[in-house]
């Protein structure tokens, strides 16, 4: 066949699909699930965090109907997130769209893609040109639109924004689905880099196998047939970590993915051509040098020399035989050894993970499937036509296997590289304040370097930020007009943000009604998204980030009902508000066994014990107290271990601590138990602390005071490590002890002392003292007081004084005094709360603001309040301004009784709600949930300790 007749037969061969499969459409599916798993969209969170749900979530709104791509099939299925992407790498090969396929190929020596014979065909891009749309490197890198081509990694941008932006919520679903079925299309590229006949110009053509004419061209890839035929077990041998997590810093562009230096480089393709021959382009034999070289194309792999020979590795064929049951050769008898040729595979990623490939060819007696000998025909001496078997450069299944192991890996790897690279944009919003028809605001930062693979760090530029809520019905608006200063919004004229940079932002949500505060807001940035090690950012590629948020949540916990089930209440109603107070709504109920027939009055299901641990899950370890046994047994109090998921809505593993060890040394006083329970705080890193209380002995010297100890548990997981006491034992002095963790080894407590366990003759019946430890309970120090109490000379004993004190971020302290008594008729403004500041860790302490008496305390002439709770919520810290604090406060109304004009008692007459925004120049009352025995907490991060839940 003269060359004209060739390059006709092989623009027809170009012309037909069934050429360009580098593995079969069942291999690329269960390829791209593996892959999916292995990106950072098997991350429930990070997905909630788009916008979407975890990609094995079934049900009908969170699935896609494709039609199966099987010859002859017209039916459909729905498909989750994970097997869309699946879908989606079988489609770019599907058969009907010759478009795709043509462009599966790529030389990464030459930036050439499929030719025939040194003629590039002008309807052929290369791989990374076609999948990513990049356009040519010569064209600086900028987004090139390919005719016919609407799923590249540059069109699946578009789709992300729109699913997150677009106001119809099935229009957002549509482009979900499209955006996970083009990852896998794209994906599905990275794949057939990894087969060695797509990186090196190999043309095949399986049209016997697929019904489909090749037009005298039958070259069907034995590789691609055996790799589907066993693709189960194959792929069953490797897993996420069978190679390295891609680090991100090392991958600046979609295409570095493909190559980084045209053929020395980290890419895929490069890796593939460098290291492994394929059936067209397999060793030879130099005719003029007689010995065994690369193909005259491709300069590697080079066979291992061994001396002055490459070292061959001669294996007879029965063993081989032996050694693959699978193996079928027809019967045949076959005899000989195949002598496989040993290369030395260089990884330039990471070089540790380079190796030597023992079967990376085969000089053969018999053909790729070990079914039949080569046989040529030659013509004898006398001209009469002979039959001659001839060893030849073949590759088998015993080159596969050893393949494997190093293509397989990493095209997994790389495969969930790029997806990571695509959502690289990783933001953070915290500090989230939703006042309903007022405000919103919150802090974005850049977390790109915590939250990449290998802490990559990115930087958003030549874009801007946008805003969404959903209403009621799904339906999606954009206020990004509503935000008080919009240039924050924007980044462009050099502008950058930078990683770890972080602004905050206001929006003014007067006259919008529609907010439907149990969706979330979803945030979104279009613009460049590039690596700062690359200073051109001409060269940055355009991405879409997205971070779905909500305002963090107050929880209530109410103990007022009973299933029927026991002779107390013994229901945990769990209220969640998302507006500071403004509304509850109840999120769950969990019922708890007891076991109590005979309840003494005050015996009750109580909620003390309960902490946020980050991601919407709570550790709750709700007490049974059984009066007559607790006053003087502390096996009287039965803790209950729960772990509530998504703000208490479902339950988890439970986690059971060792409570007997907290509660040794009690004696008689039931508000030390609650005490204990309260002081649980978690740590970050399934790490606890909590305070053990110890009473005095009669046999102590006095004044016989009751003591505290800092006991630690480092990670619940591991229960033979229980509670740790702090070092050396050491006790700080003091009952009903509250904590507040400041961050590492920082706590601060405040503590009530009794009249008999202080020599201080002007201690009331109750009163305090604050103190501090900088060594997880080391030491103690005590902090200055900041009390405003009047001591009076004959204290009653329904009198109290008592600091308490709660940690702010930045190292403040902000504290209060709870009082009772007659000493109240001293204070300047009755009803009045005198909140204090201190920014040097309690050595100094200045007036904060006041808490003025709520409307519904004003009962009688004398009204009064103590505050109950005080939740220190966040800080916002706008770009020019000043910063603002937001405090959450439970208060207890009371009215003052006079008997004869005299101070006689208190009365309670109810509860209130108080909510300040800004550092408690203004107050606004909310809505008092009801948490009979129960507490009201914050579930969110409010910034005292940063990164706590990460």
């Given amino acids: 066949m003269n060359n004209t007749a060739k390059i006709s037969v092989m623009l027809v061969l170009l012309l037909t699909s069934a050429i360009l499969h580098a593995y079969e459409i069942d291999t690329h599916d269960a390829l791209s699930q593996k892959t999916a798993e292995c990106s950072v969209m098997a991350q429930d969170a990070f997905m909630k965090g788009l916008g979407w749900v975890p990609i094995k979530k079934t049900g009908s709104d969170y699935t896609f109907v494709r039609e199966l791509l099987t010859a002859g099939s017209s039916r459909s299925r729905s498909h989750t997130t994970q097997e869309l992407i699946g879908w989606g790498a079988e489609y770019e090969d599907d058969i009907a769209s010759i478009k795709r396929p043509l462009r599966h190929f790529f030389d990464p020596l030459r930036n050439e893609p499929l030719n025939a014979f040194g003629i590039t065909l002008g309807l052929t891009d290369t791989s990374p040109n076609w999948a990513t749309e990049d356009g040519k490197p010569a064209a600086g890198k900028k987004q090139q639109d390919i005719t016919g081509q609407s799923n590249s990694f540059f069109d699946a941008n578009k789709m992300m924004l729109d699913a997150a932006s677009e106001p119809i919520k099935s229009k ?227 080159n596969f296997k050893t393949a494997y192991p190093f293509l397989f890996p990493r095209t997994i790897a790389y495969g969930a590289g790029l997806i990571n690279y695509f959502f690289r944009g990783r933001l953070e919003v915290k500090d989230v304040i939703y006042v309903a028809g007022e405000s919103l605001t919150f802090k974005i930062k850049n977390n790109t370097s915590k939250k990449n693979p290998g802490f990559a760090p990115f930087s958003f530029a030549e874009g801007s930020f946008t805003l969404y809520y959903d209403d009621n019905t799904g339906n999606r608006y954009n206020i990004t007009s509503k935000v008080s200063d919009p240039s924050a919004m924007i980044f462009s004229g050099g502008k950058i943000f930078s990683d770890k940079d972080d602004f905050d932002v206001s929006f003014d949500l007067s006259g919008i009604n529609n907010i439907d505060i149990n969706k979330p807001f979803t945030l979104v940035f279009d613009g460049k998204i590039g690596n700062p090690v690359v200073l051109d950012q001409t060269k940055w590629e355009r991405g879409i980030a997205v971070k779905t948020f909500s305002p963090q949540r107050l929880l209530a916990f109410d103990v007022s009902r009973s299933d029927g089930s026991a002779l107390v209440p013994n229901i945990i109603d769990i209220y969640q508000s998302r507006d500071l107070g403004k509304s509850w709504q109840k999120v769950a109920e969990h019922p708890v066994a007891i076991s109590d027939t005979t309840p003494d009055p005050g015996d009750r299901l109580a909620v003390n014990a309960v902490t946020y641990i980050g991601n919407g899950s709570l550790l709750l370890y709700p007490e049974y107290l059984n009066y007559s046994l607790s006053t003087s047994d502390p096996t009287g109090i039965r803790v209950i271990p729960l772990r509530l998921k998504e703000y208490g809505q479902q339950t988890g593993a439970k986690v059971p601590l060792d409570w007997n060890s907290l509660f040794a040394g009690f004696n008689n006083n039931i508000s030390d138990f609650s005490a204990t329970l309260r002081s649980l705080t978690y740590t970050g890193n399934n790490s606890l602390t909590a305070l053990r209380m110890k009473h005095p002995l009669p046999s102590d010297p006095t004044p016989r005071s009751r003591q505290f100890q800092l006991m630690n548990m480092a990670n619940w997981n591991n229960q033979a490590s229980g509670w740790i006491p702090s070092t050396n034992a050491v006790l700080g002095n003091g009952g009903l002890p509250e904590l507040s963790w400041q961050g590492g080894n920082n706590y601060v ?160 007459v109810g509860k209130k709600i108080s909510v300040t925004t800004d550092s408690a120049a203004t107050w606004t009352e909310s809505v008092n949930p009801s948490h009979k025995e129960g507490r009201i907490i914050f579930a969110g991060d409010n910034g005292v300790v940063p990164d706590l839940f990460d």
Avoid at 336 to 350: C, M, R
Avoid at 852 to 857: A, F, V
Avoid at 884 to 908: P, Q
């Fill in 172 to 398: 957002r679903k549509e482009n979900w689905g499209m955006l996970f079925q083009t990852l896998g299309m794209v994906i599905h590229h990275i794949q057939d880099m990894a087969q060695p006949q797509h990186v090196r110009n190999d043309a095949h053509c399986n049209g016997k196998e697929e019904g489909v004419a090749c037009y005298g061209f039958h070259n069907p890839s034995y590789y691609e047939k055996y790799t589907d035929g066993n693709r189960v077990s194959i792929l069953g041998n490797f897993n996420c970590s069978s190679y390295p997590q891609l680090d991100l810093r090392f991958f600046s562009t979609a295409r570095d993915f493909w190559l980084t230096e045209n053929g020395n480089g980290r890419g895929m393709a490069e890796f593939t051509n460098r290291n492994f021959v394929s059936a067209g382009t397999n060793f030879r034999r130099s005719l003029f040098l007689n010995e065994v070289v690369p193909h005259r194309k491709f300069p590697n792999p080079v066979p291992v020399n061994n001396g002055a020979e490459p070292k061959v590795n001669k294996v007879g064929i029965q063993d081989l035989i032996a050694s693959d049951p699978n193996l079928n050769n027809s019967g045949l008898s076959l005899s000989g050894e195949i002598w496989f040729y040993e290369t030395q595979v260089t990884d330039n990623y990471i070089s540790s993970y380079s190796g030597t490939n023992t079967r990376a060819s085969s000089a053969s007696l018999w053909n790729d499937k070990l079914d039949r000998y080569n046989i040529n025909i030659i013509e004898d001496e006398f001209g009469n036509n002979a039959e001659v078997v001839v060893r030849a450069f073949t590759l088998n299944r015993f």
């Fill in 749 to 908: 407590t405040s503590v009530y002392v009794e009249k008999k366990e202080s020599a201080d003759p002007n201690t009331l019946r109750f009163d305090s003292a604050i103190r501090r430890t900088v060594d997880r309970g080391a030491n103690y120090s005590t902090l200055a007081n900041f009390d405003e109490c009047v001591r009076t000379a004959t204290p009653r004993a329904d009198e109290y004084c008592i600091q308490r004190i709660v940690a702010m971020d930045n190292n403040r302290l902000l504290g209060w005094v709870s009082q009772n008594g007659e000493d109240y008729f001293a204070k300047d403004t009755r009803g009045e709360v005198q909140l204090y500041l201190s920014l040097d860790n309690g050595a100094n302490w200045s007036p904060y603001g006041i808490v003025p008496l709520p409307q519904g305390c004003s009962v009688g002439d004398l009204p009064y309040q103590t505050l109950d709770t005080l939740l220190y919520l966040g800080t916002k810290r706008p770009t020019a301004g000043i910063e603002e604090d937001t405090l959450f406060i439970e208060s207890t109304c009371r009215k003052m009784i006079l008997v004869n004009g005299k101070y006689s008692r208190f009365e309670e």
